[in-house]
């Protein structure tokens, strides 16, 4: 039973258009994330929500909007997509707070957004 | 500017021999370190922390290393497995609360038999 989930694994579409991952886990975790694995491999935050409220929105274009209807879902909606939005999305959770096992992030497999 | 920078990104090791991965950061806040193991078409998984007022923290085969005042730190697996071929990032946590993680590039690392 996978412990973080994210839909679709892979997405190809056209510049302008509109999309959205959507992210799952049943961990029981009260924080989730939104990862971007650029060209470079870096990973990078880009949002961080914890039980439904965005605690982390780093420098991001508005054309991002995360979404969490409840505590188990953070979905990540992209307008007008462009050509540098290619990359490897990847969801996370955690428990928030306190150093006992901290930092810990459970990550989902990743979804790989193409833009053409 | 990358605050958390693993400058080999490829690793080649032969089985049995010991893999030794390296990290440097620049940003003395960070209290917190970890290592997370990659395999392709996977998420990064959580593989071995270390806090910052510890200089070493051991877990089977894995050892990781912390020095503070090199802004350095490395992990260390012995004895090396042909599993253990996978990406490795590093990455490091600010005081924050939440768990901002910063990553670094990662490094492949390839154990041959």
């Known amino acids: 039973d996978t412990a973080v989930s994210q839909t679709p694994k892979y997405l190809v579409t056209q510049m302008g258009n509109d999309k959205s991952i959507k992210c799952e886990q049943n961990l029981g975790h009260d924080t989730m994330y939104w990862y971007k694995q650029d060209s470079k491999k870096f990973l990078k935050i880009m949002f961080s929500y914890n039980n439904k409220e965005l605690i982390i929105n780093e420098t991001v274009p508005n054309r991002f909007s995360p979404k969490s209807p409840d505590k188990a879902h953070l979905n990540l909606h992209i307008n007008s997509l462009e050509l540098g939005d290619s990359a490897v999305y990847f969801c996370?959770?955690?428990?928030?707070?306190?150093?006992?096992?901290?930092?810990?992030?459970?990550f989902g497999e990743g979804s790989r957004l193409t833009v053409l | 500017d990358q605050q958390v920078k693993q400058n080999s990104p490829s690793l080649s090791v032969q089985e049995g021999r010991i893999s030794i991965l390296n990290c440097d950061y620049t940003?003395?806040?960070?209290?917190?370190f970890l290592w997370y193991k990659k395999y392709p078409a996977e998420g990064p998984t959580f593989l071995i922390s270390i806090s910052s007022i510890k200089d070493k923290n051991e877990d089977g085969r894995f050892t990781v290393f912390l020095n503070k005042s090199a802004k350095h730190l490395s992990l260390h697996i012995v004895p090396s497995q042909p599993g253990d071929s996978a990406v490795y990032f590093c990455?490091?946590?600010?005081?924050?609360?939440?768990?901002?993680?910063?990553f670094g590039q990662g490094t492949r690392l390839t154990i041959n038999p």
């Open positions: 940003n003395s806040m960070f209290d917190y």
């Open positions: 996370a959770s955690s428990q928030w707070g306190g150093r006992s096992g901290t930092g810990e992030l459970f």
């Open positions: 990455a490091a946590s600010l005081i924050q609360g939440a768990q901002k993680l910063v």
